[in-house]
Nanobody, 115 residues
Framework: QVQLTESGGGLVQAGGSLGLSCAPS????????MGWHRQAPGKQRELVAI???????NYGGPAKGRFTISRDNVNNMVYLQMNSLKPEDTAVYYC?????????WGQGTQVTVSS
């Protein structure tokens, strides 16, 4: 099985920036979609950003204008640059990937934004 591992989470002040990375545990042919979701305490998991293999990108509402997703298709890695962070961005951020058959999720990385 392929596992996804996130890195880059941490504590940052409001208005600051963080960059997240996600990497698969082994070399594979490649995923179709890769991206990020997040889940705050007491709330449902929501879309942050998704990138398809053809370069099409979809952003969730809270991410638009502040976050940027990028992708390395050779190494099957995906990144999320988060700028102008707000306290309401505090959540566990999960890496996501999909091939032709299955969905894959990382264990998540905590992002905490202080006011």
């Amino acid at each position: 099985q392929v596992q996804l591992t996130e890195s880059g989470g941490g504590l940052v002040q409001a208005g600051g920036s963080l960059g997240l990375s996600c990497a698969p545990s082994r070399s594979i042919e490649g995923f179709n979609d890769m991206g990020w979701h997040r889940q705050a305490p007491g709330k449902q998991r929501e879309l942050v950003a998704i990138s398809s293999s053809d370069g099409r990108i979809n952003y969730g509402g809270p991410a638009k204008g502040r976050f940027t997703i990028s992708r390395d298709n050779v190494n099957n890695m995906v990144y999320l640059q988060m700028n102008s962070l707000k306290p309401e961005d505090t959540a566990v951020y999960y890496c996501y990937a999909r091939d032709g058959f299955d969905d894959y999720w990382g264990q998540g990385t905590q992002v905490t934004v202080s006011s």
